[in-house]
Nanobody, 125 residues
Framework: QVNLVQAGGGLVQPGGSLRLSCAAS????????MGWYRQAPGQQREFIAG???????TYRDSVKGRFTISRDTANYTIYLQMTSLKPEDTAVYYC???????????????????WGQGTQVTVSS
């Protein structure tokens, strides 16, 4: 069982920036890779960024160069810095624990909840 608490999000104009955070615990950050997903209305949830325990990052092509995932081990927090936001970035964003397997992020399975509560990001003028 993990407890991921998200903060950030909101309404921003196209071209603007937002930072999302996902507070975990030291045990979680030492045990799991971490990922960010998003789900737009009527769409499936999609992986957008991940960071390994060692700090290696990977991104979905559509956000490369605009989004940055980072982990602050001193504060047990994962961040998603989003810049140059576009209307198509509008979605509910979720953090999750998992592991990279053959380059793919696999969300932790089993009893318990391994997702943050979700936070809305709306990009609109």
């Amino acid at each position: 069982q993990v407890n991921l608490v998200q903060a950030g999000g909101g309404l921003v104009q196209p071209g603007g920036s937002l930072r999302l955070s996902c507070a975990a615990s030291g045990r979680v950050l030492r045990s799991y890779d971490m990922g960010w997903y998003r789900q737009a209305p009527g769409q499936q949830r999609e992986f957008i960024a991940g960071v390994t325990i060692a700090g290696r990052t990977t991104y979905r092509d559509s956000v490369k160069g605009r989004f940055t995932i980072s982990r602050d081990t001193a504060n047990y927090t994962i961040y998603l810095q989003m810049t140059s936001l576009k209307p198509e970035d509008t979605a509910v964003y979720y953090c999750a624990t998992g592991n990279f397997v053959a380059g793919n992020f696999i969300v932790t399975k089993g009893r318990g909840n391994y997702w943050g509560q979700g936070t809305q990001v709306t990009v609109s003028s």
